[in-house]
């Protein structure tokens, strides 16, 4: 965990995940075109190369980044790494199911990204019966806040994450508009009873479905 102040706020964060469920951000000067070969450990020639490009936007998954169109173990580890966080067998191997989900992401002159957004600048305004509470993201995302006059319990979680907007028992759910994407976010907690303190929880997911969450204090109603 880290202690960390936002704009005089201390905040406790304590978790940020991703999600990559479409994984896809900056234009990549790179080799668009589909993906046709199978490759595993042995395999060599362009479609390897063009593998390793494509995976070497992302140092989390391949860290090495070496392009030498040879698919040895590191390849290997980093195919399997893909298809974890796309919800495929990691085996290492691109058969036909790691190709159809390489060439949906190239067939929108993307690479990956599976940072969530950063969030900071927290702002509360509270009232008597509602509160705003504003933030900004480093990259374009939607939003929501789960709230409850109960501590939240992230009871949940998992290696994935815990998803956008999943139910939390006893909370309820405020959200941006959900065909919008800012880095500027605002959302409206109405009627809330007053002299009540309040746990909240905010989420954020990017336009490739990286998800940032972050759980600050509580805040109490006048």
């Known amino acids: 965990m880290k202690t960390t102040n936002i704009l005089g706020i201390t905040t406790i964060i304590a978790i940020v995940f991703f999600l990559m469920v479409g994984a896809m951000t900056q234009v990549f000067a790179a080799d668009f075109s589909p993906f046709t070969q199978s490759m595993s450990t042995g395999s060599r020639g362009s479609q390897v190369t063009?593998?390793?490009?494509?995976?070497?936007?992302?140092?989390?998954?391949?860290?090495?980044?070496?392009?030498?169109?040879?698919?040895?173990?590191?390849?290997?580890?980093?195919?399997?790494?893909?298809?974890?966080?796309?919800?495929?067998?990691?085996?290492?191997?691109?058969?036909?199911?790691?190709?159809?989900?390489?060439?949906?992401?190239?067939?929108?002159?993307?690479?990956?990204?599976?940072?969530?957004?950063?969030?900071?600048?927290?702002?509360?305004?509270?009232?008597?019966?509602?509160?705003t509470i504003t933030w900004t993201t480093d990259t374009p995302a939607r939003s929501a806040i789960i709230y409850s006059s109960s501590p939240l319990q992230l009871y949940n979680l998992n290696d994935k994450g815990m998803g956008f907007m999943n139910n939390y028992s006893g909370s309820n759910v405020a959200m941006t508009d959900a065909n919008t994407y800012g880095n500027s976010q605002s959302i409206n907690l109405s009627g809330l009873s007053s002299n009540t303190t309040y746990y909240y929880l905010l989420e954020s997911i990017d336009v490739s479905g990286n998800l940032g969450i972050v759980l600050p204090p509580s805040f109490t109603t006048k």
């Open 50 to 131: 063009k593998l390793q490009a494509f995976l070497a936007a992302e140092p989390i998954i391949y860290p090495s980044g070496s392009t030498d169109g040879k698919f040895g173990p590191m390849t290997r580890h980093a195919v399997a790494m893909f298809q974890d966080f796309m919800n495929l067998v990691p085996d290492g191997y691109a058969g036909r199911n790691t190709l159809a989900e390489l060439n949906r992401i190239n067939a929108t002159n993307r690479v990956l990204d599976i940072n969530p957004p950063a969030m900071y600048n927290l702002g509360q305004q509270i009232n008597s019966n509602n509160a």
